[in-house]
């Protein structure tokens, strides 16, 4: 998985309620995405990041913040958790902006 | 937004036959990727082919790009049965300064042994 831990791996929460999921990477790579995946939709972006406190909205980011402290973690923050955030979550890196990119293992979270 | 969006969207296929997939787009480009997901796995980049490029290989893959008619295929030669993936497609726009990667909703190939 190129580097790339996400955490948890899996969560299930409920509905209001705040959720933190983590991306780490030993690359030491600028560009990191975070996406969700969901049946008939794909793979959509939420927010990205192209440097330390760097970021910038993707096609779905209302109800989601990130934050990036360091080069090596990049946080998505559900506030409010709803149930159509239930989804598989996927965080990635690449070197250069919009080049290939390299996924973590994903995280699996149920929102009740 | 630009968004890839391959066809066919399923595809069986017998151990040893070759699986086609295409991938459409609707603005201009700066590259394409082919990315491969096994169920429950996260992605795998396969293979980048850039706007000023018609063909490429890797091993067993070949992509070609039709800047023309906004498309590209995806072949895999001589299917194995580990081949049973989804395939995604994911356009980078040529706009300057965009660093983001517009995925399709992918194919789902089953290769049967």
């Known amino acids: 998985d190129a580097g790339i831990t996400q955490s948890p791996r899996h969560k299930v929460t409920e509905t209001g309620t705040p959720v933190t999921l983590r991306c780490h990477q030993t690359?030491?790579?600028?560009?990191m995405y975070w996406y969700r995946q969901d049946p008939g939709h794909g793979l959509r972006l939420i927010h990205y990041s192209y440097g330390v406190k760097d970021t910038d909205k993707g096609e779905v980011s209302d109800g989601y913040s990130v934050s990036r402290s360091k080069t090596e973690d990049f946080l998505l923050t559900l506030e409010s958790a709803t149930s159509s955030q239930t989804s598989v979550y996927f965080c990635?890196?690449?070197?250069?902006?919009?080049?290939?990119?390299?996924f973590g293992p994903g995280t699996r979270l149920l929102v009740l | 937004s630009q968004q890839g969006e391959e066809d066919p969207q399923a595809l069986s296929i017998q151990e040893g036959e070759n699986a086609t997939m295409n991938c459409s787009y609707k603005?201009?480009?700066?590259?394409l990727q082919w990315y491969r997901q096994n169920s429950g796995r996260g992605l795998v980049h396969l293979i980048l082919i850039r706007s000023n490029e018609r063909e490429k290989h890797s091993g067993r893959l070949r992509v070609t790009l039709d800047t023309s008619k906004k498309s590209s295929s995806l072949l895999i030669t001589a299917s194995r049965a580990a081949d049973t993936a989804s395939y995604f497609c994911?356009?980078?726009?040529?706009?300057?300064?965009?660093?983001?990667?517009?995925f399709g909703k992918g194919n789902q190939v089953v290769v049967i042994p």
């Open positions: 603005t201009s480009i700066n590259n």
């Open positions: 990635a890196i690449s070197i250069q902006g919009a080049e290939t990119q390299y």
């Open positions: 690359e030491n790579h600028r560009y």
């Open positions: 994911a356009t980078a726009p040529g706009a300057y300064g965009n660093n983001r990667l517009a």
